[in-house]
T-cell receptor
Framework: GAGVSQSPSNKVTEKGKDVELRCDPISGHTALYWYRQSLGQGLEFLIYFQGNSAPDKSGLPSDRFSAERTGGSVSTLTIQRTQQEDSAVYLC?????????????????FGDGTRLSIL | AQTVTQSQPEMSVQEAETVTLSCTYDTSESDYYLFWYKQPPSRQMILVIRQEAYKQQNATENRFSVNFQKAAKSFSLKISDSQLGDAAMYFCAYTGTASKLTFGTGTRLQVTL
């Protein structure tokens, strides 16, 4: 498919375990974003990658959260020593490169998310 | 910091009728963009419509249109001729120089027969 692909779709794990969530953006999209959506809430920004620039990590809630983007494509969000409050849907989005003279205003295209449940 | 406020947790509309979802935002930036996203139970966020702040003309996409009041920092979404498939969570979102999207808490829209 041509959309943003996330895996797994659902993940259940025990408190204290580490988890890895994967995002495969749309081909050619240089920007990649991770968001978290807790039950009944809006989306909360976590981290943003743009090309080869240093990522914007300003939304990561603690040092247990980290993300990588290898080769400018696939990204992995890692949560170490998971806690029950980490339970949420984790959404990934990607967008085209910004047009000349404009900020990064390209629409973000979202995947279906990973529902993470911490027991 | 930018904030987005959606004051209607739930709205209901009859099929074929018109409904307006409210959104207000706060920012000190002059160059920004506003979006409405739809999230059905499938979880995927679907872009409905977007508005560039520098454009005075309100954006329109088929049955969806916005009322953008820049001075009032208001950005409402109007859905005309509502359909059963319009039932979903609707999120208002803002992006400026920081690129990330800032979302409101959403409005759940029910469409009744």
């Amino acid at each position: 498919g041509a959309g943003v692909s996330q895996s797994p779709s659902n993940k259940v794990t025990e408190k204290g375990k580490d988890v890895e969530l994967r995002c495969d953006p749309i081909s050619g999209h240089t920007a990649l974003y991770w968001y978290r959506q807790s039950l009944g809430q809006g989306l909360e920004f976590l981290i943003y990658f743009q090309g080869n620039s240093a990522p914007d990590k300003s939304g990561l809630p603690s040092d247990r959260f980290s993300a990588e983007r290898t080769g400018g494509s696939v990204s992995t969000l890692t949560i170490q020593r998971t806690q029950q409050e980490d339970s949420a849907v984790y959404l990934c989005a990607s967008s085209c490169p910004p047009q000349r003279g404009q900020n990064s205003n390209q629409p973000q295209h979202f995947g279906d998310g990973t529902r993470l449940s911490i027991l | 910091a930018q904030t987005v406020t959606q004051s209607q947790p739930e709205m209901s509309v009859q099929e074929a009728e018109t409904v307006t979802l409210s959104c207000t935002y706060d920012t000190s930036e002059s160059d920004y963009y506003l979006f409405w996203y739809k999230q059905p139970p499938s979880r995927q966020m679907i872009l409905v419509i977007r508005q560039e702040a520098y454009k005075q003309q309100n954006a329109t996409e088929n049955r969806f249109s916005v009322n953008f009041q820049k001075a009032a920092k208001s950005f409402s979404l109007k859905i005309s001729d509502s359909q059963l498939g319009d039932a979903a969570m609707y999120f208002c979102a803002y992006t400026g120089t920081a690129s990330k999207l800032t979302f409101g808490t959403g409005t759940r829209l029910q469409v009744t027969l």
